[in-house]
């Protein structure tokens, strides 16, 4: 799929400048915003490394949420085909495991996924160039997925540097910044407005929200701080058109 059609069929990836940056609020906030629009929304976590005993059954907890967000009934190995049981990087839980994470078994996940839902979001792992394998990495996935990237920013020390080479490295693949989400994630950040200030001057995509700290954090409470009608841009930027908007104005 290319970037372009990914763009007008409302696709997406989200990556973020490292782990623990928010991605999976970021992501769940999305598709609470896309379900209430009327689409059906599913979220995907190609890979997930970590499980957690939840409802006394082990599971990994960005995953049940991305389906709580949802509206898309799939099974399990579409939105995870790769649940590794280490919170370790997902090479090095594969390699404990015995498994290999095979870039087609991704593809064809995210191809059944599209095929039952109007807007899929696609969460990656850690950073954007997170090591999946020995010959392959979260970039590449990217690059095969074809879709617009949506960069989380986990707002503290250090971010600039993060977001920007983040960026390049985006644009480096030939893959469209559709936007990008400002994730506080030390609240007591120095100077967080004057980061923003020159994030919106340097990383050249649309700034969808600022997520606050929540004490409490919910798809619904963050989707609360994120307006995607934006996005509508840089997809008409993708596809050379300006039809098909991505999203209806109440959530978009």
């Given at each position: ?208 929200g600022v997520v606050p700290h929540l004490a409490a954090p919910s798809a619904a409470r963050a989707a609360e701080h994120l307006d995607l009608r934006a996005l509508r841009a840089s997809a008409a930027h ?15």
């Open positions: 799929m290319t970037t372009a059609a990914a763009a007008t069929q409302r696709r997406w990836f989200v990556t973020g400048t490292d782990t623990g940056v928010g991605k999976t609020l970021v992501s769940s906030a999305m598709l609470a915003l896309l379900a209430a629009s009327g689409l059906r929304a599913v979220g995907m976590k190609p890979v997930a490394a970590g499980l957690d005993a939840i409802d006394g059954e082990w599971r990994n907890e960005d995953v049940e949420r991305l389906q709580a967000a949802g509206n898309v009934d799939a099974p399990l190995a579409w939105r995870c085909p790769y649940v590794l049981k280490a919170p370790m990087s997902p090479h090095l839980a594969a390699r404990e495991e015995g498994v290999q994470v095979a870039l087609p078994v991704l593809l064809d996940a995210f191809e059944r996924l599209s095929a039952q839902a109007d807007a899929v979001v696609v969460e990656g792992v850690g950073g954007f160039c997170v090591p999946l394998g020995d010959d392959l990495d979260t970039a590449d996935l990217a690059v095969a997925l074809g879709l617009p990237v949506i960069l989380v920013v986990g707002l503290r020390l250090g971010c600039l540097n993060h977001a920007l080479l983040t960026a390049e490295a985006i644009r480096a693949r030939g893959l469209v910044l559709a936007g990008w989400v400002a994730s506080v994630v030390e609240p007591q950040m120095l100077s967080p407005e004057g980061n923003l200030q020159t994030l919106r001057a340097r990383l050249g995509a649309p700034l969808l993708a596809a050379r058109r300006t039809e098909a908007p991505l999203v209806s104005a109440a959530t978009a």
